[in-house]
């Protein structure tokens, strides 16, 4: 199947910092990349939709500002969470659709000191 | 964001048994997926349903697309430890252009030898 992975798999970062993501699809390329974020014992949400090439779309509720976001080549998707704070501190996870199939990465914990 | 219902939360069950949880929305979906998720990885996916009433099978695994197109069930037969982890439907409307995925709430699945 297809390979999507992030980078890194972990990262504890202090407060008022920021912290970048990376996601690639290693096999395939992906115009169409997405961002979800799931706290502890809860399921995915989504927090933005990654288009190659243009602007993300944000769900509601989704800082911009906060979660950049940017999908520079067919390959490679980053967020970055700006000015970071404790209640940051999740499990972020991306993925990327080839063809009808969505296949996702495989996490990263991050953990605002 | 919005999440499907999905029932039921947690299941304790003895190897050997099956198992049975669904997955209901209020509105309709063009496809309904299944992914499994170990702690700390990304979700992988067992199986996808594009069809209403459409009836699919991986192994020990079966899952049904509902008629009404707003449920979905998944069935786990002889259950062994392995089967252990987060168990999440997710639906999928086609329109627009990113085709994004909504996650139901999760099953966590616990196997004793």
């Known amino acids: 199947g297809a390979v999507v992975s992030q980078h890194p798999s972990w990262v504890i970062c202090k407060s008022g910092t920021s912290v970048k993501i990376e996601c690639r699809s290693l096999d395939f390329q992906a115009t169409t990349m997405f961002w979800y974020r799931q706290f502890p014992k809860q399921s995915l949400m989504l927090m933005a939709t990654s288009n190659e090439g243009s602007k993300a779309t944000y769900e509601q509720g989704v800082e911009k500002d906060k979660f950049l976001i940017n999908h520079a080549s067919l390959t490679l998707s980053t967020l970055t969470v700006t000015s970071a704070h404790p209640e940051d501190s999740s499990f972020y996870i991306c993925s990327a659709k080839r063809n009808t199939e969505a296949f996702f990465g495989q996490g990263t914990r991050l953990t605002v000191v | 964001g919005q999440q499907l219902n999905q029932s039921p939360q947690s299941m304790f069950i003895q190897e050997g048994e099956d198992v049975s949880m669904n997955c209901t929305s209020s509105s309709i979906f063009n496809t309904w997926l299944w992914y499994k998720q170990d702690p700390g990885e990304g979700p992988v996916l067992l199986i996808a349903l594009y069809k209403a009433g459409e009836l699919t099978s991986n192994g020990r695994l079966t899952a049904q697309f509902g008629i009404t197109r707003k449920d979905s069930f998944l069935n786990i037969s002889a259950s062994i430890p392995s089967d252990v982890g987060i168990y999440f439907c997710?639906?999928?409307?086609?329109?627009?252009?990113?085709?994004?995925?909504?996650f139901g709430t999760g099953t966590l699945l616990a196997v004793q030898p």
């Open positions: 997710a639906g999928q409307k086609y329109g627009g252009a990113t085709n994004k995925l909504i």
